[in-house]
């Protein structure tokens, strides 16, 4: 899919394409290299160097249509496999092919003279095990690869597959190989995805992706995807596991003899028969492991693949360049993006999608630290709604693979549909353009997956628009009942979530939260209280979680005159600008006491210090420079934890806070604790002053 129109600029080390709608530039992705950076709305949404976000541009609907049954009745194939030693590999190959092979076949199986008598042994075994689908031709001495796969091409009457003997085939690998040969005569080779088949790879493409994975159970995930392979161009297929067209060879010939031992020959064949008119391209819906490698000593493999590499650029000039350009292919990476998902689906013990703002904030810090906890056996996906687009962030952590794609509503639920999910959680869906087609569509897949779903309070997005539960005159409400808000929605001058109907958003969060969430965490007693208020039938579906927060360095301020209060985070109306505000004009009556900022403000406040985005390692640092005697959290809002006020504890800080939510529930039984009743700055001010006198007293 692609919103509105694309533009291109290109430099001498960059290329840069722009999604423009009604003239705003809504997508920025930058190649640099081996660089990949994208910006959506003007945030920096992907950086790294291997992955690439992109706006899907494959049809979701015809890839995952499932028409990829073959007609098998009348096809048949030519297998070739060369061996050289390796017996190890042969066992499991031949019986895969016997059990597997879902093609009428005839198998062809070189023995280039191997030393190891283990060889002429097994295959003598074989030939009562396949009959007449087997010939087997020996070499009375070593002929190299190259010439004993044109050797047996030359007794082949049909389309021809190349097998290594180090791959692992799946069920019905035959069929979805062919595909595309049988579908479409100008097919000249295809390629299935592998964890080491150069620009074929998966996980990550052009390494030898180091793992040997249970590709059976991968391949039912892959086997469903109707690859739109018409639509991609190889520059080559790799021989590990290539399948020829019979048309092609009787048009262009065999492989070419002057690479000697390999590596470059099946290069050539594809790019002579690009020049015949063919193309090669992929059976998407196929995986097959490959270990790779074994062939040659590295020093000989290296020197081969300089020597071969240039013979191969001086025939075809172009070669690097279609290569470079088939990786970067929107379409190719889509695919992969997809191919991705999908392996890892198949591959991770469990899989949870999460339902996230793209606010930032303690909402973003929870999902990146509890997705370092899970992706060792989970695959995390995360869904973030950019309502104003009407588009969703896709994004993907198992293990040290990670990944994001840009998609439309429809095809992201479509994508979901194809996993198997263990875990559906809503961590923050405000903003969300219409929450009750969100919550359908999430009920759709927990009936379809069976999934668990799970629901966290950040805020209190369940109860009302307004999340923070501040009211029209920023005051907390106290949340004396839901038809309460009617009024208060009616002055409030700034609403988070836009909504059509009062009365049918609270009834949809309640149906919801009833009858389809199987647990709510909550991260305080102090939310948990508000949330059983108004929903008391919650109670036994709630867990008390704390987040987790990292220790901190225990600080050590050095004696100074005056005192110094320290407003740790970003702060706003909820979290207490007003009050700071208020704060600073009464300092003209305190020289020496001084009030920093240690974070943002939403607007610039006069006279007061405000240090700007820090982060929680530097945390500490910050802190003994200026010389911080007491942290202040003046948030208005019953705040569900307060980041803020867990990592000042944790440095052993004294702390003061409204009686209010989260903070007020653990600074009341911190030792350097102090609870503010009154939300004014005047008298905060002046109960802050005093207990910060007497705690550098006691030092």
């Not at 809504?26 to 920096?44: C, D, H, Q, V």
């Not at 087997?136 to 044109?150: D, Q």
């Not at 993006?337 to 810090?365: Q, R």
């Not at 040290?400 to 549909?417: G, P």
């Amino acid at each position: 899919m692609r919103i509105g129109k694309r533009y291109e600029k290109t430099t001498s080390d960059s290329r840069i394409l722009e999604y423009k709608l009604l003239g705003f530039t809504y997508l920025t992705k930058e190649r640099k290299t081996n660089f990949r950076s994208t910006k959506f709305l003007g945030i920096t949404i992907s950086s790294h160097k291997q992955n690439l976000t992109i706006v899907n541009s494959l049809d979701l609907k015809q890839l995952f249509s499932r028409k990829v049954v073959l007609d098998k009745s009348g096809k048949k194939i030519d297998i070739i496999i060369p061996i050289y030693n390796g017996y190890e590999y042969l066992p499991d190959l031949f019986s895969r092919i016997k059990s597997y092979t879902d093609l009428d076949y005839h198998l062809f199986v070189v023995d280039d003279c191997s030393s190891d008598k283990k060889i002429s042994l097994f295959l003598e075994k074989q030939k009562n095990i396949f009959n007449d689908k087997l010939s087997i031709i020996k070499n009375e001495t070593n002929l190299g690869f190259l010439k004993s796969v044109n050797k047996a091409i030359k007794q082949t009457s049909n389309h021809v597959v190349l097998i290594n003997t180090d791959v692992v085939l799946p069920p019905n690998w035959a069929s979805k190989l062919l595909r595309p040969i049988f579908m479409n005569n100008l097919v000249a080779s295809v390629t299935p995805f592998s964890n080491a088949a150069t620009i074929f790879s998966l996980p990550t493409i052009n390494i030898d992706n180091p793992f040997k994975s249970d590709i059976d159970q991968a391949n039912t995930k892959l086997c469903n995807l109707n690859t739109p392979f018409e639509k991609l161009h190889f520059s080559t297929g790799v021989g590990f596991c290539m399948a020829l067209n019979r048309n092609t060879l009787n048009k262009i010939g065999l492989f070419d003899e002057i690479y000697e031992k390999g590596y470059g020959e099946e290069n050539d064949w594809c790019q002579r028969a690009i020049k015949a008119g063919f193309f090669n391209t992929i059976a998407g819906n196929l995986f097959v492991w490959h270990k790779h490698g074994g062939s040659f000593d590295s020093e000989e493999k290296k020197k081969l693949i300089r020597r071969h590499l240039e013979i191969l650029t001086s025939r075809f000039p172009k070669y690097k360049q279609e290569t470079q350009k088939i990786i970067h292919n929107e379409d190719y990476l889509s695919l992969r993006f997809i191919a991705n998902l999908l392996l890892f689906n198949g591959l991770a013990p469990n899989t949870e999608i999460w339902f996230d703002h793209t606010w930032g904030g303690g909402t973003e810090l929870y999902t990146k630290r509890q997705f370092e906890i899970l992706k060792g056996n989970t695959l995390c996906i995360r869904i973030q709604e950019y309502s104003f687009m009407n588009t969703i962030c896709l994004s993907y952590s198992y293990k040290d693979y990670t990944d994001s794609m840009i998609l439309n509503y429809e095809d992201a639920f479509l994508l979901l549909e194809q996993l198997s999910l263990s875990k559906i959680v809503l961590n923050n869906v405000a903003g969300y353009k219409n929450i009750a087609d969100t919550f359908k569509r999430i009920k759709k897949l927990k009936e379809k997956k069976n999934s668990f779903v799970s629901f966290r309070t950040h805020d209190f997005q369940c109860l009302c628009p307004k999340i923070t539960l501040i009211n029209y005159d920023n005051r907390y409400c106290n949340c004396s009942s839901l038809k309460d808000c009617e009024y208060c929605l009616k002055k409030s001058k700034k609403v988070l979530i836009k909504y059509s109907s009062l009365s049918k958003y609270q009834e949809t969060w309640k149906d919801f939260l009833h009858n389809c969430v199987d647990e709510i965490i909550t991260f305080s007693q102090s939310t948990t209280d508000i949330l059983t208020k108004i929903y008391p039938h919650l109670n036994s579906k709630i867990q008390i979680i704390p987040h987790f927060i990292p220790t901190m360095k225990k600080i050590h301020i050095s004696p100074h005159s005056g005192i110094n209060i320290g407003v740790l985070g970003n702060i706003n109306i909820e979290k207490g600008m007003n009050i700071i505000s208020d704060m600073r004009a009464l300092l003209k009556k305190h020289k020496d006491i001084r009030l920093i900022v240690i974070g943002k403000t939403l607007k610039k406040i006069f006279g007061i210090k405000v240090l700007g985005k820090y982060t929680h390692d530097d945390l500490p640092k910050i802190m003994e420079k200026n010389k911080i005697d007491i942290v202040f959290i003046p948030s208005i809002w019953p705040e569900t934890f307060s980041y803020t006020t867990a990592e000042a504890m944790s440095m052993d800080l004294p702390v003061a806070c409204f009686n209010i939510g989260a903070p007020a529930e653990r600074v009341r039984t911190y030792q350097k604790g102090l609870i503010i009743e009154e939300i004014d700055a005047k008298v905060a001010l002046q109960k802050i002053i005093n207990f910060a006198q007497i705690m550098k007293e006691e030092k």
